[in-house]
């Protein structure tokens, strides 16, 4: 029997970095069991570029098709979780229909790093990894329930 597919939003206030490659990695490393949408409180004009590069050069993914997008789109969307990966996002969260499940993941926004422009790549590079990992993890969880 076949598990029905998974609805999940990815949830920040820019939408420009971390809930950008949260989505194309929840995308990619769960092979379709997953349709995935991200959006923000207060989204950016454009996903940062350090965000595109830390995906492609780390997970060998593309984010074409994707863009900043405002939460108020999905309001109406039942969802069957939503994952939150700031905590201004956790904590401003509206109520979807169904009341789906909320994880949240505190991620420091690598869009706020200082430094060289290789110092802040890094930033980013580690924010695709650790998304990477709690991603596996939580895919982990969902296959096992």
């Known amino acids: 029997m076949t ?15 971390r809930s950008q490659m949260a989505e194309a990695i929840l995308r990619h490393e769960s092979g379709g069991r997953v349709r995935v949408e991200s959006a923000g409180t207060a ?4 996903i940062h570029p350090m965000a595109k590069a830390a995906v492609a050069r780390l997970l ?24 939150t990966v700031c905590d201004r996002a956790a904590e401003t969260c509206p109520i979807f ?10 991620l420091v926004d690598p869009a ?8 802040k790549q890094r930033a980013f590079d580690a924010t695709a990894t650790d998304l990477l ?11 096992e329930s």
């Open 3 to 17: 598990r029905p597919r998974l609805n999940v939003l990815v949830l920040c206030t820019g939408n420009s970095a």
């Open 43 to 46: 989204p950016q004009p454009d």
């Open 60 to 83: 060998n993914l593309d984010m074409a098709g994707q863009y900043p997008k405002k939460l108020d789109r999905f309001l109406n969307d039942r969802f069957d979780e939503v994952i």
């Open 97 to 106: 229909p169904g009341h789906p499940a909320q994880t949240h993941w505190s």
């Open 112 to 119: 706020a790093a200082t430094g060289t422009d290789e110092e």
């Open 133 to 143: 990992s709690r991603i596996r993890s939580w895919l982990d969880l969902k296959a």
